[in-house]
């Protein structure tokens, strides 16, 4: 059974800071992992999508890694915004789990200007 | 715009009282899926889809039901909703069902049942 853990729970950092948000899947046969952003009262919004063959992601100011044989993968925002102030979710597609998506707790972010 | 639209955004209803979410993505998306997400249990999938006219259960289906009778569409329905179906509800797609595939949101209902 895939489980997913992101650590920690909640974060503040004052603005220009970098953002670094930590994912942990305990099965490594993974087929893809996909950080998304949740503001609140809206949906889920796909940031990075790392396939399973790859080691890192990046778009703008966001890198994510992905070491599969530790199970983790790591989310960094550089020079963070309070506009970045929102939940980061982690989710694995995996076998495990019947190939649907394994969702982490999120991770709450509070950039302060 | 590529985009998963669910409507309604807001519902607060009765318990007993059937009801129906709809979703639709104008992506030709294949694969389609339902989340319900809790604080403290984060998102569980509650029903999918493969393709048209074929859905089966996913984590926590107990309570709902789904059709799939054209590609774009996928509604929830909840046939005697109760307070525990209490929840913010997620639409989801995919271009195909297997594993490479990147998923596509939608804004998210938030359902009370009273």
């Known amino acids: 059974k895939q489980e997913v853990t992101q650590i920690p729970a909640a974060l503040s950092v004052p603005e220009g800071e970098n953002l670094v948000l930590n994912c942990s899947f305990t099965?490594?046969?993974?087929?893809?992992l996909q950080w998304f952003r949740q503001d609140p009262g809206k949906g889920l919004t796909s940031l990075l999508l790392?396939?399973?063959?790859?080691r890192e992601q990046t778009s703008g100011r966001l890198n994510a890694s992905l070491d599969k044989s530790s199970g983790r993968s790591t989310l960094y925002i550089a020079a963070s915004q309070p506009g970045d102030s929102a939940t980061y979710l982690c989710?694995?597609?995996?076998?495990?789990?019947?190939?649907?998506?394994?969702f982490g707790g999120g991770t709450r972010v509070l950039v302060k200007p | 715009e590529a985009q998963v639209t669910q409507n309604p955004r807001y519902l607060i209803t009765v318990t007993g009282k059937k009801l129906t979410v709809t979703c639709s993505q104008n992506?030709?998306?294949?694969?389609m899926s339902w989340y319900r997400q809790d604080p403290g249990l984060g998102l569980r999938q509650i029903y999918y889809?493969?393709?048209?006219?074929?859905?089966d259960k996913g984590d926590v289906p107990e309570g709902y039901k789904v059709s799939r009778k054209e590609k774009r569409n996928f509604p929830l329905i909840l046939e005697s909703p109760s307070p525990n179906q209490t929840s913010l509800y997620f639409c989801?797609?995919?271009?195909?069902?297997?594993?490479?595939?990147?998923?596509?949101f939608g804004q998210g209902t938030r359902l009370t049942v009273v």
């Open positions: 790392i396939q399973s063959s790859q």
């Open positions: 992506m030709n998306h294949e694969y």
């Open positions: 099965d490594s046969a993974i087929y893809n």
């Open positions: 989710a694995v597609r995996s076998s495990a789990a019947g190939n649907k998506l394994t």
């Open positions: 989801a797609s995919s271009l195909t069902g297997n594993m490479n595939t990147e998923a596509f």
């Open positions: 889809s493969m393709n048209v006219e074929v859905t």
